[in-house]
T-cell receptor, first 116, second 115 residues
């Protein structure tokens, strides 16, 4: 079964600074990878996804992520963050599982705290 | 209404109560999911329904009982819960694609507190 590791539980950063949120997954076989964002008192919203093709994926709100197969990583980056980016970020990987039904396996999340 | 809606948004119940959580999707999807989100833990997939048939049941205690009467509605019936069941319960839906991924769309969640 797949697993996802988000080593940083919290990342504090100043406004307009760059940020990288780290994500590593367990398997080197073909996978689909996702980043979701959760704002306070809301559900999860898809930021970006990697299915195939270019290893650099661009998403909403100026975020991007790079798929690195050899390092089994899918780190999320933004060159300049805003106060409004303060939220919880979840990395997820697809897993077909024993039933054959494709589902998502999530990491524990990273809280991004942007201060002025 | 658009997307995925959940009611109620907040629920406080005693351990002997019976309550139900409701989820409705307006996206024309054919699969629906229940997740449990607890602090400092990964999202836990509880149940999956595809074409109104349960396809996943991840060792969830029987005090949680799902129901999917049609492809747009999903319920989670709760009875004799424990305080450790307090969490945010998220519903999601997707269009199942056998040959590819299935992006999930989430509702805002129900914050459940068990006293």
């Amino acid at each position: 079964a797949q697993s996802v590791t988000q080593l940083d539980s919290q990342v504090p950063v100043f406004e307009e600074a760059p940020v990288e949120l780290r994500c590593n997954y367990s398997s080197s076989v073909s996978v689909y990878l996702f980043w979701y964002v959760q704002y306070p008192n809301q559900g999860l919203q898809l930021l970006l996804k990697y299915l195939s093709g270019s290893t650099l994926v661009k998403g909403i709100n100026g975020f991007e992520a790079e798929f690195n197969k050899s390092q089994t990583s899918f780190h999320l980056r933004k060159p300049s963050v805003h106060i409004s980016d303060t939220a919880e970020y979840f990395c997820a990987v697809s897993d077909r599982g024993n039933t054959g039904f494709q589902k998502l396996v999530f990491g524990t999340g990273t809280r991004l705290l942007v201060s002025p | 209404e658009t997307g995925v809606t959940q009611t109620p948004r907040h629920l406080v119940m005693g351990m002997t109560n019976k309550k139900s959580l409701k989820c409705e999707q307006h996206l024309g999807h054919n699969a629906m999911y229940w997740y449990k989100q607890s602090a400092k833990k990964p999202l836990e997939l509880m149940f999956v329904y595809s074409l109104e048939e349960r396809v996943e049941n991840n060792s969830v205690p029987s005090r949680f009982s799902p129901e999917c009467p049609n492809s747009s509605h999903l319920f989670l019936h709760l009875h004799t819960l424990q305080p450790e069941d307090s969490a945010l319960y998220l519903c999601a839906s997707s269009q199942v694609l056998r040959s590819s991924y299935n992006e999930q769309f989430f509702g805002p969640g129900t914050r459940l507190t068990v006293l």
